[in-house]
């Protein structure tokens, strides 16, 4: 019998990032009950912890692609993010260049509920997945890997650079 202990999805990158987007999706989950001070704390503490996990996660090709699942249906998602775009108004929206390396790109206005909502589906799907059996876990890694290379980690910087200006504007 294969020991499967030594696959990659049981590795200790992916038991980490496990942790850290359970704290995450546990706290996201719960806003509403905090401070728009205790959110802009926790979330300027966390999001740098969960871009680097995540950015430890290597890209992994699962043996049976068709067990990926989405768990976060769309009115989870609104839910989540008018609850958290509603607790950071009136400074839900930053403006940011969409391309550094493009010299024509235009600067975008961004949302700080979307970025967190779209982290949240992310993380809440590969936790969910992950809690299945081991072939769905490759597909929860994988996953993960992907989005965190095609979204995820831009959502993050996204957010952690709006919430750096929270953090000083409280500060004055």
């Known amino acids: 019998m294969e020991d499967i202990s030594s696959h990659p999805v049981y590795s200790r990158q992916v038991v980490e990032l496990l942790t850290v987007a359970n704290e995450y999706c546990l706290f996201i ?3 509403e009950e905090y401070s728009k001070a205790d959110i802009i704390n926790y979330f300027r503490h966390v999001l740098p912890l969960l871009y680097l996990k995540a950015s430890l996660v290597p890209p992994l090709t699962p043996s049976n ?3 990926s699942e989405r768990y976060v249906i769309e009115e989870v998602w609104e839910s989540l993010f008018n609850s958290i775009r509603n607790k950071f108004y009136p400074d839900d929206h930053f403006w940011m ?4 390396h493009d010299e024509t790109t235009d ?3 961004f949302s700080l ?3 967190l909502a779209d982290i949240y589906q992310d993380m809440k799907d590969f936790l969910m997945l992950y809690q299945k059996k ?14 965190f290379r095609e979204r995820s980690g831009l959502s993050i910087i996204r957010a952690q650079y709006a919430l750096h200006l929270l953090y000083l504007k409280d500060d004055r």
């Open 29 to 31: 989950e719960k806003a």
């Open 65 to 67: 692609p068709e067990e």
């Open 97 to 100: 260049s969409q391309d550094a």
């Open 107 to 109: 600067i975008e206005k």
């Open 113 to 115: 509920g979307e970025c």
């Open 134 to 147: 081991h072939s769905s876990r490759e597909n929860a890694v994988a996953n993960i890997a992907m989005w």
